[in-house]
């Protein structure tokens, strides 16, 4: 492993429950009392979209392009120096697909010592997404069932999310790469052994028992709601009402018509099948009323 091999990714699609887990372990790793609020988790980990980086990587100048290729040349430049702003391990959070852009890696291994894959299933996550887009549920489906969609920053920063599916297949397929998969319904459901099972077995940290029960309490989805009304959070986007809206599983039974169960349900099938197969009955039943 080189010197350089020390980002741990924090990789999900948008609204699958990355910020809950950064604020997770920010609050099982730092000293009680010193956790960040929502405010403050770019102090924890850092993300692959910060311009500061950006610009330090571009000599000092706001980094600003219209040319994929030249985000990518960039992109490399400020990941590298992301991997050495912290002198070991340390969590980087992603919303990029681990795939080839103009030839580049846009996970790069020479960066990269491990990821975490955060997953949430794409019925509940349509309704976030869209609140999360400010655009209608068809809209939100339309893009997580595009293949080349992509997110541009003011500062000519670019995300490619890609398809629901293919995100989640090109990360837990990712050839070499040590990756442990989360999905949200057992952190909602099973908080304790899904986050002992992490530590554990993944990262190998001896598991504190009731620094872990903190940190779950700490930042359950009420606790996270509360901050965002007291505090706000910097990282919603400006025509979003709320990040922190409902954080259930299930809650697409009120906000999905049969239709667009049956959409998500057909575009995602072979994936559905793989990690979700107890929603398979469920939603075609709903699905064949449509």
Not at 164 to 176: F, L, R, S
């Amino acid at each position: 492993m080189s010197d350089m091999q020390r980002i741990i990714w924090l990789a999900s699609y948008p609204k699958s429950g990355n910020t809950w887990m950064r604020s997770l372990l920010a609050h099982y790793f730092m000293p009680k009392g010193q956790a960040p609020n929502i405010n403050q988790l770019p102090n924890f980990t850092t993300g692959d979209v910060r311009k500061d980086f950006f610009k330090r990587a571009n000599g000092g100048k706001p980094f600003v392009t219209d040319s994929i290729e030249e985000w990518m040349q960039m992109r490399i430049k400020a990941l590298r120096l992301i991997a050495l702003s912290k002198p070991n391990h340390h969590f980087v959070k992603t919303h990029c697909q681990t795939i080839q852009i103009c030839g580049l890696d846009v996970i790069p291994p020479e960066v990269t010592a491990a990821a975490i894959y955060m997953m949430r299933n794409p019925f509940d996550l349509a309704p976030s997404f869209a609140r999360h887009q400010n655009c209608d549920i068809d809209t939100a489906i339309d893009r997580m069932t595009n293949v080349e969609m992509m997110t541009k920053f003011d500062q000519g920063i670019y995300e490619f999310l890609g398809s629901w599916d293919n995100h989640v297949n090109v990360w837990t397929n990712a050839p070499g790469l040590p990756l442990h998969t989360v999905r949200y319904e057992d952190m909602l459901t099973k908080p304790g052994p899904t986050m002992r099972a992490l530590l554990q077995k993944f990262l190998k940290v001896p598991v504190d028992t009731p620094k872990l029960s903190y940190a779950i309490k700490s930042t359950s989805f009420d606790a996270m709601r509360k901050q965002e009304e007291k505090l706000g959070f910097a990282e919603r986007p400006p025509e979003m009402k709320r990040f922190f809206a409902k954080g259930q599983a299930g809650t697409w039974r009120e906000d999905l018509t049969p239709a667009q169960v049956a959409r998500i349900r057909e575009a995602f099938l072979p994936t559905l099948k793989k990690w979700y197969p107890e929603m398979l009955k469920e939603t075609g039943e709903v699905a064949a009323s449509a």
